[in-house]
């Protein structure tokens, strides 16, 4: 059965602490992997699409990374603007996504 | 528009009563997708359209959950005889054309909250 684990669950930095997120998946017939921001209220806002193992896409303070078991989200520096639930998810042949559960990241001043 | 709409933000629903949520995708989207989110969770599949056509509905949690997008644009999900475990947000997203669609990117609206008391 496809399956996508998002960790931690939720993370707490002071600004300027890198850390890491963790997403894990198992799917039959990856079309991708994506991953998407989302603040409270908000739909989830589209940040990386990454398709083959030792692919990365940064953007700003976000680095992405994919094997072929699972994804990192990598943030560097965070400031308290980067406060917000990150969603992992992949997509199969059909088309449609599959979420992770996300992990609500806390960046304090 | 520039992105896509979704209304009502909120809507608010005695137990039993029918609901209808609508979804305008960006112009010249033809796939289109429903999620229902739960709170503190990653959004769930629903349904899937690609112009007019339902090509996907094994997301849907029941029978009293119906979505149409008869001419290919905008996209309303129905909710009938609406229960309390209904109440969720549900969002709506689009994806453009291009010549692999399954490498689109998703672009999401801001959903709909549904309370159902």
């Known amino acids: 059965e496809d399956q996508v684990t998002q960790s931690p669950e939720a993370l707490r930095l002071q600004e300027g602490e890198s850390s890491s997120l963790n997403c894990s998946y198992t799917?039959?017939?990856?079309?991708?992997l994506f991953w998407y921001r989302q603040d409270p209220g908000k739909g989830p806002e589209f940040l990386f699409t990454?398709?083959?193992a030792g692919e990365e896409k940064e953007k700003e303070r976000l680095k992405a990374t994919l094997t072929k078991k699972e994804s990192f989200l990598h943030i560097t520096a965070p400031k308290p603007e980067d406060s917000a639930t990150y969603l992992c998810?992949?997509?199969?042949?059909?088309?449609?996504?599959?979420f992770g559960q996300g992990t609500t990241l806390q960046v304090k001043p | 528009g520039a992105g896509v709409s979704q209304s009502p933000r909120y809507k608010v629903a005695k137990r039993g009563q029918d609901v209808a949520l609508r979804c305008d995708p960006i112009?010249?989207?033809?796939?289109l997708f429903w999620y229902q989110q739960a709170l503190g969770q990653g959004p769930e599949f629903l349904t899937y359209?690609?112009?007019?056509?339902?090509?996907?509905k094994s997301g849907l949690p029941s029978d009293r959950f119906f979505a149409e997008r008869p001419e290919g644009s905008v996209s309303t999900l129905k909710i009938q005889r609406t229960q309390q475990e209904d109440s969720a947000v549900y969002l709506c997203?689009?994806?453009?054309?291009?010549?692999?669609?399954?490498?689109?990117?998703?672009?999401f609206g801001n959903g709909t909250r549904l309370t159902v008391t």
């Open positions: 997203a689009s994806s453009s054309p291009t010549r692999d669609r399954v490498k689109s990117p998703l672009h």
């Open positions: 799917v039959s017939g990856l079309r991708g």
């Open positions: 990454l398709y083959s």
């Open positions: 998810a992949v997509r199969r042949t059909t088309g449609k996504l599959i």
């Open positions: 112009s010249g989207h033809v796939s």
């Open positions: 359209f690609q112009n007019e056509a339902q090509l996907d």
